[in-house]
């Protein structure tokens, strides 16, 4: 049964950067049929696309948040992880790590959660 | 930058009915569309992919339709378990964006 696991801190001052590990389980995140993500929701709001990973370590990040994120995996551990530098009141937000299936003819979705990490970020 | 804009936002319905959401695009994904179902304090949950593939699963009583630029998710007889918020997502060139949502609500 996959599992993912979001770790990391609740609370992030602002200018400050949010650090964010998300742990698989029950799969090798060297799997090559899948790609890793991060997508966001701030409170009563829908969901953002952040960023996603390959295991090679190609990434792809939202235009609207490039300048500011790091997406890395670490094979060894098998887990990958999130940084989104000088983070404001805005980046409130419960950040979701999920499997993301892709199919380079038919679709590209998000398959499996973590059940999400409540992030504030306040001084 | 690609734009889904899903309506109605909220949608007040009763057990039985037959609901229908609509999310469309700013320009043409083909059938790179998916819809996920979010309960409060959940993770979102995948219903259908490729526009009209239902995942593993997933009821029968959800179905999607749709390509281009204008998609429709139809819950054929709505359950006390489907009050929930949708989200469309596409897909294109390595770029994923979400609609804003569509609660359903019980009448």
């Known amino acids: 049964q996959l599992q993912l696991q979001e770790s990391g801190p609740g609370l992030v001052k602002p200018s400050e950067t949010l650090s964010l590990t998300c742990t698989v389980s029950?799969?090798?995140?060297?799997?090559?049929?899948?790609?890793w993500g991060w997508i966001r929701q701030p409170p009563g709001k829908g969901l953002e696309w952040i960023g996603s990973?390959?295991?090679?370590?190609?990434?792809y990040y939202n235009p609207s948040l490039k300048s500011r994120v790091t997406i890395s995996v670490d094979m060894s551990k098998n887990r990958f992880s999130l940084k989104l530098s000088s983070v404001t009141a805005a980046d409130t937000a419960v950040y979701y790590c999920?499997?993301?299936?892709?199919?380079?003819?038919?679709?590209?979705?998000?398959?499996?959660w973590g059940q999400g990490t409540l992030v504030t970020v306040s001084s | 930058d690609i734009q889904m804009t899903q309506s109605p936002s909220t949608l007040s319905a009763s057990v039985g009915d037959r609901v229908t959401i609509t999310c469309r695009a700013s320009q043409s994904i083909s059938r790179w569309l998916a819809w996920y179902q979010q309960k409060p304090g959940k993770a979102p949950n995948l219903l259908i992919y490729?526009?009209?593939s239902l995942e593993s699963g997933v009821p029968s009583r959800f179905s999607g339709s749709g390509s281009g630029t204008e998609f429709t998710l139809t819950i054929s007889s709505l359950q006390p378990d489907d009050f929930a918020t949708y989200y469309c997502q596409q897909y294109n060139s390595y770029s994923w964006t979400f609609g804003q949502g569509t609660k359903v609500e019980i009448k």
């Open positions: 990973i390959y295991y090679s370590g190609y990434t």
């Open positions: 999920a499997r993301l299936r892709y199919s380079g003819n038919d679709y590209a979705i998000f398959d499996y």
């Open positions: 490729k526009a009209s």
């Open positions: 029950g799969d090798s995140i060297s799997n090559t049929n899948y790609y």
